[in-house]
């Protein structure tokens, strides 16, 4: 068997669901272990057979010590697993969600500046970090001195907020996972003119157009052996 492991609950473990049956025809067992540390418990406790493979999701945060701990921990596993666990490349969840293009359309944000920052950052993400010297935008440079504790992590979070703001689908929303894979609208506002609304209706399909922009490919670079 072929398990995909994450932390993600909620919008994030559909968004794994999704990914599988999307890329992967339903190949993989999905199941979420509900943090970085169930992920660890889980694979400490393993009846791996010999024809299983593990794909740890795990959003590794290079500016938090426990996480950076955590992994190295889940390296020292998957070291010793003789390439039955495999660590998938990842970031926070918030990144994923900021890399779909169609979002800021659906959204109707008319934050301009916002939007450019969002395509410097995503041409500077390097190896989980943001490269500062591939950023020549004064504007960027600027949003991002304003964090006390400069992190990746914070970062994209609050970029994630300014373009999806309080919605009940929205990142912050209690519906967030679900309003994307059900038949249901993108805002809460449909008065409101600067929300948008997808081309589709349907929730399987508006999901599908979602994973498969450029800007997600880039990121699931999963390859499934």
């Given at each position: 068997?072929?398990?995909?492991?994450?932390?993600?609950t909620g919008?994030?473990?559909?968004?794994?669901?999704?990914?599988?049956?999307?890329?992967?025809?339903?190949?993989?067992?999905?199941?979420?272990?509900?943090?970085?540390?169930?992920?660890?418990?889980?694979?400490?406790?393993?009846?791996?057979?010999?024809?299983?493979?593990?794909?740890?999701?795990?959003?590794?945060?290079?500016?938090?010590?426990?996480?950076?701990?955590?992994?190295?921990?889940?390296?020292?596993?998957?070291?010793?697993?003789?390439?039955?666990?495999?660590?998938?490349?990842?970031?926070?969840?918030?990144?994923?969600?900021?890399?779909?293009?169609?979002?800021?359309?659906?959204?109707?944000?008319?934050?301009?500046?916002?939007?450019?920052?969002?395509?410097?950052?995503?041409?500077?993400?390097?190896?989980?970090?943001?490269?500062?010297?591939?950023?020549?935008?004064?504007?960027?440079?600027?949003?991002?001195?304003?964090f006390k504790?400069?992190?990746?992590?914070?970062?994209?979070?609050?970029?994630?907020?300014?373009?999806?703001?309080?919605?009940?689908?929205?990142?912050?929303?209690?519906?967030?996972?679900?309003?994307?894979?059900?038949?249901?609208?993108?805002?809460?506002?449909?008065?409101?003119?600067?929300?948008?609304?997808?081309?589709?209706?349907?929730?399987?399909?508006?999901?599908?157009?979602?994973?498969?922009?450029?800007?997600?490919?880039?990121?699931?670079?999963?390859?499934?052996?």
């Amino acid at each position: 068997m072929k398990y995909l492991w994450t932390e993600d609950t909620g919008a994030g473990l559909h968004f794994w669901k999704l990914v599988n049956q999307l890329f992967f025809d339903d190949a993989l067992v999905v199941e979420s272990k509900e943090s970085n540390q169930g992920l660890l418990d889980a694979l400490a406790d393993i009846d791996m057979k010999e024809d299983d493979k593990y794909y740890i999701a795990f959003d590794y945060v290079v500016d938090n010590q426990d996480i950076r701990n955590k992994y190295r921990m889940l390296k020292s596993i998957a070291d010793k697993a003789e390439g039955k666990i495999i660590i998938l490349d990842m970031i926070c969840f918030e990144y994923l969600i900021l890399v779909f293009d169609k979002l800021v359309a659906w959204t109707g944000t008319g934050k301009i500046d916002k939007i450019k920052i969002r395509e410097e950052v995503l041409a500077a993400v390097e190896d989980h970090r943001i490269n500062l010297s591939k950023i020549d935008d004064e504007k960027t440079l600027q949003y991002i001195a304003g964090f006390k504790r400069y992190s990746t992590e914070r970062v994209m979070k609050s970029l994630v907020g300014e373009f999806t703001q309080n919605e009940k689908w929205s990142v912050k929303g209690v519906h967030m996972g679900e309003c994307w894979y059900k038949d249901c609208c993108v805002s809460e506002h449909p008065d409101n003119l600067r929300c948008g609304k997808p081309e589709v209706e349907d929730g399987s399909e508006k999901m599908r157009m979602l994973m498969q922009s450029e800007e997600v490919h880039k990121i699931i670079s999963i390859i499934i052996g």
